[in-house]
């Protein structure tokens, strides 16, 4: 079997989270739209989906589709949540094998890592998510601020995203209430609530979440090899 058939065979959908309006960031559009090494934001992680996967859908602010559609992308208005985002966006595309969900605030992601997440799934895990080990020491502290707890920080791994997922796994960890889907961190954890078997693909700390001016900034500044080449 070719690549290409393969693939044709196990449709692979990746997902753009683009939904949220990036208060945080406090710019004065959405924060998929904002200027990030001299495009929108958003349209990295498109690029990275659309070089392993068959179809890409950006999950968008309802009131932004016009915007968004010059750049004929397909496109579905996201939810109240991010993981309501991903729901709507999976139920435009029911018949996929593997999705991917990749958050439009995480640019320096890489085709080969969005690669690497989808064959796992496709070797049998029901998620494969994108995961950097913790450099700093974690400590769980209870209400009053005491430490309670100092972890083992050789067990712990920061998540970022991509995240893949076997189709059917995500689908059903996605018809949850609205209440569960708006605690949901990421989307393997509701996966993970079912059951679900998760693996993590080692990822570079690089591939930050731009949260704040100062994370676009240092976004910008990681971003810069790949605008000169
Ligand atoms: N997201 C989404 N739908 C929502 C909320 C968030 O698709 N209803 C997306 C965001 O666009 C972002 C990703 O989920 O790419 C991660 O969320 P976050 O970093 O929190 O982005 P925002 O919600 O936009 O930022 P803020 O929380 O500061 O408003
Ligand atoms: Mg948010």
């Not at 049998?124 to 950097?132: H, L």
């Not at 209870?142 to 998540?159: N, Q, Y």
């Not at 569960?180 to 990822?203: F, K, M, N, Y």
């Not at 100062?214 to 000169?228: G, H, I, S, W, Y």
């Amino acid at each position: 079997m070719t690549a290409s058939s393969r693939r044709a065979a196990r449709p692979r959908v990746g997902i753009v989270a683009a939904a949220g309006s990036g208060e945080r960031l406090g710019a004065d559009v959405p924060k998929a739209l904002v200027d990030c090494g001299g495009q929108r934001l958003f349209t990295w992680s498109v690029e990275a989906l659309a070089a392993v996967c068959d179809r890409v859908i950006v999950a968008v602010p309802p009131d932004l589709r016009l915007e968004i559609r010059e750049a004929a992308l397909e496109q579905i208005a996201g939810g109240s949540s991010r993981s309501a985002s991903v729901r709507e966006a999976v139920r435009s595309a029911p018949d996929a094998a593997v999705y991917v969900v990749q958050d439009a605030a995480r640019p320096l992601l890489s085709a080969e890592l969005v690669e690497a997440c989808c064959e796992q799934v496709e070797a049998g895990w029901d998620g494969a998510v994108a995961a950097a080990p913790v450099s700093d020491t974690i400590k769980a502290v209870d209400g009053d601020g005491r430490v309670v707890e100092t972890l083992d920080r050789s067990r712990l791994w920061a998540i970022q995203t991509p995240q893949a997922f076997d189709g059917a796994a995500l689908r059903a960890a996605l018809e949850v209430d609205d209440r569960t889907l708006a605690a949901a961190t990421d989307d393997a954890a509701l996966v993970e609530a079912r059951g679900g078997s998760i693996t993590i693909v080692p990822a570079p700390a690089e591939n930050i979440k731009v949260t704040t001016r100062a994370d676009l900034a240092f976004a910008e500044l990681l971003l810069a090899p790949r605008v000169e080449r």
